[in-house]
C-alpha cells in the first residue's frame, strides 16, 4: 500500500460486542449488573489492518471473526470496515488516475520547457510542449494508483498559466515591447 495514495478516516478504536465475563458461568435470579442479563457487553477493541491495495472509497474489508460474539455460546461473527477515503492535498483521485495541477509560467506555455512534476512516487521530469495553454491535460503512464486486478491507472498533470502579481521595471518595458510586436489576439477565437 505504500503507492496508494489515501488515508483511512478511522477511529483508533470500536466497540463490538463480547460476552460477559460477570455473568457468563453464574446462574442467578438477578439480572447481572454488567449487562443487565444480555448475556453480553459492549467493549472497545483495537485491531491492526492491512488494507489491501486497489481498495476505494465505499470498498469494504471483511475482518473474519472479529466482530460481536454469537448468542448462546455460538461463533464470533466478522467485523466490516467500510473505507472512507480523505482528500490528498495535493491529487485527485478519478477511479484508477490521478490528476494534479501544475502552475507554470506565461513564458514557459508559450516556448516549452521541461519542469518537475509531483507524483505519488515523487518528482519526474516533464516536458511542456510549445504553446501550451491553461487547463491543458498531459498524461503520465502508468503513475496513477495500483488498480484492483493489475497495474497502475495514469496521472494527468493539469496546467495553470500563472502571471506574476508584480514585476520589475525591466519585465514591464519587456511586456510592453511584446504587446507592440505581437500579432496574438486573444479574443478574436
Same mark, same amino acid.
Request: hydrophobic content about 30%; charged content about 30%; proline content about 7%.
Given at each position: 500500500?505504500?503507492?496508494?495514495?489515501?488515508?483511512?478516516?478511522?477511529?483508533?478504536?470500536?466497540?463490538?460486542?463480547?460476552?460477559?465475563?460477570?455473568?457468563?458461568?453464574?446462574?442467578?435470579?438477578?439480572?447481572?449488573?454488567?449487562?443487565?442479563?444480555?448475556?453480553?457487553?459492549?467493549?472497545?477493541?483495537?485491531? *491492526?489492518?492491512? !488494507? /489491501?491495495? +486497489?481498495? #476505494?472509497? $465505499?470498498?469494504?474489508? &471483511? @475482518?473474519? %471473526? =472479529?466482530?460481536?460474539?454469537?448468542?448462546?455460546?455460538?461463533?464470533?461473527?466478522?467485523?466490516?470496515?467500510?473505507?472512507?477515503?480523505?482528500?490528498?492535498?495535493?491529487?485527485?483521485?478519478?477511479?484508477?488516475?490521478?490528476?494534479?495541477?501544475?502552475?507554470?509560467?506565461?513564458?514557459?506555455?508559450?516556448?516549452?520547457?521541461?519542469?518537475?512534476?509531483?507524483?505519488?512516487?515523487?518528482?519526474? *521530469?516533464?516536458? !511542456? /510542449?510549445? +504553446?501550451? #495553454?491553461? $487547463?491543458?491535460?498531459? &498524461? @503520465?503512464? %502508468? =503513475?496513477?494508483?495500483?488498480?484492483?486486478?493489475?497495474?497502475?491507472?495514469?496521472?494527468?498533470?493539469?496546467?495553470?498559466?500563472?502571471?506574476?502579481?508584480?514585476?520589475?521595471?525591466?519585465?514591464?518595458?519587456?511586456?510592453?515591447?511584446?504587446?507592440?510586436?505581437?500579432?496574438?489576439?486573444?479574443?478574436?477565437?
Amino acid at each position: 500500500m505504500s503507492r496508494q495514495v489515501r488515508q483511512l478516516s478511522a477511529e483508533p478504536s470500536r466497540t463490538v460486542q463480547r460476552e460477559c465475563t460477570a455473568c457468563a458461568s453464574k446462574q442467578s435470579d438477578k439480572p447481572c449488573p454488567t449487562c443487565g442479563g444480555a448475556g453480553q457487553v459492549l467493549k472497545p477493541k483495537t485491531l *491492526e489492518v492491512n !488494507i /489491501p491495495a +486497489g481498495v #476505494r472509497d $465505499g470498498s469494504t474489508v &471483511r @475482518l473474519a %471473526g =472479529q466482530g460481536g460474539a454469537g448468542s448462546n455460546g455460538s461463533q464470533t461473527g466478522d467485523l466490516y470496515l467500510h473505507i472512507r477515503l480523505r482528500p490528498h492535498p495535493i491529487f485527485t483521485l478519478r477511479g484508477d488516475d490521478l490528476e494534479v495541477e501544475l502552475p507554470i509560467a506565461p513564458w514557459e506555455a508559450v516556448l516549452g520547457t521541461k519542469v518537475e512534476a509531483p507524483t505519488i512516487d515523487g518528482k519526474v *521530469e516533464l516536458t !511542456i /510542449p510549445a +504553446g501550451a #495553454r491553461s $487547463g491543458q491535460k498531459l &498524461r @503520465l503512464r %502508468g =503513475q496513477g494508483l495500483n488498480k484492483r486486478q493489475a497495474g497502475r491507472g495514469d496521472e494527468y498533470v493539469r496546467l495553470k498559466v500563472v502571471v506574476p502579481k508584480e514585476v520589475s521595471a525591466e519585465e514591464r518595458k519587456l511586456y510592453e515591447e511584446l504587446k507592440r510586436v505581437s500579432r496574438f489576439e486573444p479574443r478574436s477565437r
